[in-house]
């Protein structure tokens, strides 16, 4: 594990996010960051995008692999002792994976679960576990429209997302008493390094944005700027929500075309 130098404001909240080169990741740490907060970045490489993001950022850098519990308790170990406490964690680690069942192989499930359930489960024992020694914080992860409506070919993923809902509000119900806050947010399909493959196709990207309401699929700062809200302590009576940021995708039908 390395720790990159930057600078600490020792008034500030810290946060602790998984995931933190990704597209949201990286969106998130931009916002948190220009509201003062002090950062550990973690991500399962630190050679390239994490690196340069806490450097330009004035971030602490960690690697971690959120399937290994171990590794998530020593990334978050390693944070607690740079700042003192732990206000925040996200968890914004995780896969896309879109087959039907009858296709998905046993090696594909397995990853889809590690990588979306597994890593919360892992990320929730340890940061709860500190927060109610520590007089509280927030918890968020990232579930998706897709555990709320059902959609073609996401059986997968629909159940590691529908499984991180569930174990965020119960969660929620057993470490309210400590005043630890875990709520998930729930994305729509998000231009990210992640769903390039989407994306990036004309026809993909026409039929993904129909399904929106709102006409158009979710960028970055979108989903970044509902965890930054979840995450403020002034959010405090917020908790076990599944916050739907989505463009309507998970509650509204879209309009149907007319001639």
Not at 225 to 253: F, K, M, R
Request: hydrophobic share 45%; glycine share 8%; net charge neutral.
């Amino acid at each position: 594990m390395w720790l990159l130098h930057d600078r600490m404001n020792t008034s500030a909240p810290n946060a602790l996010i998984f995931g933190a080169a990704g597209g949201i990741g990286a969106a998130l740490s931009r916002r948190l960051r220009e509201k003062g907060w002090n950062l550990a970045l973690a991500s399962r490489d630190t050679s390239g995008a994490l690196t340069a993001l806490c450097e330009d950022i004035d971030a602490t850098a960690l690697r971690s692999d959120v399937t290994d519990l171990a590794s998530v308790e020593a990334a978050f170990g390693a944070a607690q002792e740079k700042f003192g406490r732990i206000d925040g964690v996200v968890n914004c680690v995780g896969s896309l994976l879109l087959k039907p069942a009858h296709l998905t192989s046993a090696d594909e499930w397995a990853h889809t679960i590690a990588a979306n359930l597994t890593s919360s489960f892992n990320i929730l024992r340890t940061a709860a576990g500190r927060m109610m020694r520590s007089g509280g914080g927030s918890i968020v992860l990232m579930s998706s429209a897709v555990a709320q409506r059902g959609m073609i070919n996401h059986e997968a993923i629909a159940a590691a997302k529908a499984g991180v809902v569930g174990l965020a509000q119960s969660a929620a119900a057993t470490y309210a008493r400590y005043n630890v806050r875990v709520n998930c947010v729930a994305p729509g399909l998000t231009r990210t390094p992640l769903t390039t493959t989407l994306t990036t196709n004309d026809a993909s990207l026409k039929a993904s944005t129909a399904l929106h309401p709102l006409g158009r699929i979710g960028e970055p700062r979108d989903i970044a700027s509902a965890i930054a809200w979840l995450l403020d302590p002034e959010q405090s009576w917020v908790t076990a929500q599944d916050l739907a940021v989505d463009g309507g995708l998970s509650s509204v039908q879209p309009r149907l075309a007319t001639a």
